[in-house]
């Protein structure tokens, strides 16, 4: 039985309750899960998709209802103030979202929610990573993405996507894919008449119906906006994004209450101010906040993305440390590395600069075993990413250490971490 029609906020009360209650009974259950980044196109890829589908599933569904799986704790939720900054739009709080506290955990997976009982559907990847992948890799049954194909997901998905297309933002995809179920959902509202309630319960009241597509739609625009900078991001905006964003404006310009007060600049710069706003952060937690994780050749790969440039990571180390700032910084680097057991970890920085202007600057650190690869890295694609080498303190071979650092400026700012991870990932393959 679908969802009833309501609002996000009771959508997400009622999945976890759901999720709760199939672990308790080993019921079946399908997820719907954004990449291990968490960043905030992942996640609401994921409450997207989940919500329209819920209230309009295929008659062949696994389940009826698709619980949207944030993949982070629920303490690091913390660690992401856009995410603060959004909620507050869409009549959310970070309390409604179903993370990884809410599943069993590693060595019980199998057990409190067996991968027989299970459907993955992926938006924002199409690869499980990790130990969701050695568990559930086999039960993945749709993608909407974005990224390079890893060729992991079925080809015959039906009745779920299996949409790969690259854009700015994945939300954009999975936008256009529930696209026609939303307007049949917001059509019946219409037709339907007016039930009367209040609150969260149970209506099919127009205005009400209108202000929940409203609400929604500010949770998809704003990663939209964001990753393609309010779609004035040349190289990134494809015009699925912004066909996605007329889209949502006029489900929000149908709702009287919502189109008074809609500023998409003004909505976007509260946003994106609030993602740019990591002052308060420890750099273990700014490295650990978008970061992504790959196993090639038998060597671990991390990739952290930072919207601050290397030196503001440098001084922070040094201020978090009471010591010299270099030392301070490539001695956190190393602790990250030992600590999940990479081989190499990249940071990709993205800012704009004093003078306004986009930039993006690379580090690269390797442990001895791993050298080469990044060296093969370097020569590769220094032509095509525009590579210009820079000191970002001393190299921390210096003193013998068995890790290593090289850092460039990258001129060529349109290739974000979609396009350098795989040519890294390739480096460490040869």
């Known amino acids: ?150 060729n992991c997901v079925p080809k015959d998905t039906d009745p779920e996507p299996r949409r790969i297309e690259k854009c700015g933002s994945c939300t954009s995809l999975v936008v256009r894919y529930v696209q026609s179920d939303w307007d049949a959902l917001s059509s019946s509202a219409l037709s339907s008449g007016a039930g009367h309630a209040r609150g969260d319960a149970l209506i099919d009241d127009c205005a009400v119906t209108r202000v929940w597509d409203a609400q929604v739609a500010k949770l998809a625009l704003a990663s939209i906006l964001v990753d393609t900078r309010n779609l004035q991001d040349k190289d990134k905006t494809k015009d699925v994004d912004r066909e996605a964003v007329t889209y949502l404006e006029s489900k929000i310009k149908l709702s009287s209450k919502e189109a008074r007060t809609w500023d998409r600049s003004a909505f976007f710069k509260d946003i994106d101010g609030a993602k740019q706003n990591i002052d308060s952060l420890a750099l273990n937690d700014i490295l650990r906040k978008d970061y992504k994780e790959w196993s090639e050749a038998g060597c671990k790969l991390g990739m952290s993305s930072v919207v601050k440039p290397l030196d503001f990571l440098v001084n922070k180390a040094g201020r978090e440390a009471g ?85 460039w400026i990258q001129h060529n700012t349109s290739m974000s971490r979609k396009q350098v991870a795989p040519m890294l990932r390739k480096a460490l393959q040869t």
Not at 127 to 149: C, E, F, N, P
Request: with cysteine; hydrophobic share 40%.
């Open 323 to 407: 010591t010299g700032a270099e030392e301070a910084f490539y001695a956190t680097i190393k602790g990250f590395m030992a600590a999940r057991g990479l081989g190499v970890f990249a940071i990709m920085t993205a800012f704009t600069s004093s003078e306004g202007a986009f930039q993006r600057q690379l580090l690269v650190a390797s442990r001895e075993d791993t050298r080469a690869a990044v060296a093969r890295f370097d020569s590769s694609n220094t032509a095509e990413l525009g590579l210009e080498s820079i000191p970002v303190g001393k190299n921390v071979d210096d003193k013998g250490s068995d890790v290593s650092s090289r850092s």
């Open 1 to 150: 039985m679908a969802f009833p029609r309501n609002s996000l906020r009771a959508f997400l009360s009622y999945a976890k309750t759901s999720l709760h209650a199939a672990l308790r009974h080993q019921k079946d259950v399908t997820l719907v899960i954004g990449n291990e980044s968490a960043d905030l196109d992942s996640m609401t890829c994921s409450l997207l998709y989940a919500y329209i589908r819920s209230q309009a599933p295929p008659k062949d569904a696994f389940t009826p209802l698709y619980i949207p799986l944030v993949n982070i704790t629920a303490d690091d939720v913390s660690l992401r103030p856009e995410f603060s900054a959004l909620f507050p739009h869409a009549n959310i709080s970070a309390a409604h979202l179903i993370t990884s506290a809410d599943l069993p955990i590693a060595t019980q997976s199998a057990q409190l929610l067996p991968p027989e009982k299970t459907r993955w559907i992926l938006v924002d990847h199409n690869k499980l990573q990790g130990t969701l992948a050695h568990i559930y890799s086999d039960r993945v049954r749709g993608t909407i993405d974005h990224h390079d194909d890893e």
